[in-house]
């Protein structure tokens, strides 16, 4: 596969279940992004990584835990999460942090909290 | 903090006729600047992005867009629309965050209806 991929496509969980979402990406990348995306709201970043380090939390809550074991994957770990979660979740990576760098994007997870 | 605003959530258009979707940016600093293009059921995509040099900026599948500095905007055109451009369209600016990285802002989509 190419490109940036995401897993699973469609999620529902109930407010007490953990799940997770996984991201990968075959470009080389060494900056992923996760950001959420919900309806009529601009996209909102929630966690940056760059050569697997941590180098932004943008305020999520800590129901939301990110981990990136490598340059390649990056995982969304998600636990008691509340309806309003409820969002597409995309996944991005970029070739480093540059301003100009171009974002390439995963086709998303849609998560629905029950 | 940079900012965009997207002027329209929906916009329509017939088929062959001219796409105009509009994006002004709020900026401190030189801006760099970016058009995402969203299709159903898929991650963004980059249509084209505006750096340094020429304003404007040709991107795919027959987009351009022009960099107005005087107007603060960026505005994103195709002469010609087809049924496959519709989609939703998202204005971006980048800036460095306090973390070195980079943050990308994005405006809240325009929504192209392409009718036949």
């Known amino acids: 596969e190419t490109g940036v991929t995401q897993t699973p496509r469609h999620l529902v969980m109930g407010m007490t279940n953990k799940k997770s979402l996984k991201c990968e990406q075959h470009?080389?990348?060494?900056?992923m992004y996760w950001y959420k995306q919900s309806a009529k709201k601009p996209l909102e970043l929630m966690f940056v990584y760059n050569f697997k380090e941590q180098t932004e939390n943008n305020s999520v809550p800590s129901r939301f835990s990110p981990e990136c074991p490598n340059s390649s994957h990056l995982f969304l770990h998600l636990h008691t999460l509340q309806p309003e979660d409820s969002a597409l979740y995309l996944c991005?990576?970029?070739?480093?942090?540059?301003?100009?760098?171009?974002?390439?994007f995963g086709p998303g997870t849609r998560l629905t909290v029950l | 903090a940079q900012s965009v605003t997207q002027l329209g959530s929906h916009v329509s258009v017939s088929e062959g006729a001219l796409v105009l979707l509009r994006c002004n940016y709020s900026s401190s600093v030189p801006p760099y600047l970016f058009w995402y293009v969203q299709y159903p059921n898929q991650g963004l995509q980059l249509l084209l992005k505006?750096?340094?040099?020429?304003?404007l900026v040709k991107g795919i599948n027959g987009f351009e867009a022009e960099f107005k500095k005087s107007e603060t905007s960026f505005h994103l055109t195709k002469p010609s629309a087809h049924m496959s451009d519709a989609a939703e369209y998202f204005c971006?600016?980048?800036?460095?965050?306090?973390?070195?990285?980079?943050?990308?802002?994005f405006g809240t989509g325009t929504k192209l209806q392409v009718i036949p």
């Open positions: 470009l080389g990348h060494n900056a």
């Open positions: 505006y750096t340094t040099g020429a304003t």
């Open positions: 971006a600016v980048s800036d460095r965050a306090s973390g070195g990285y980079q943050k990308v802002t």
């Open positions: 991005a990576s970029s070739i480093d942090r540059g301003l100009t760098d171009t974002q390439y």
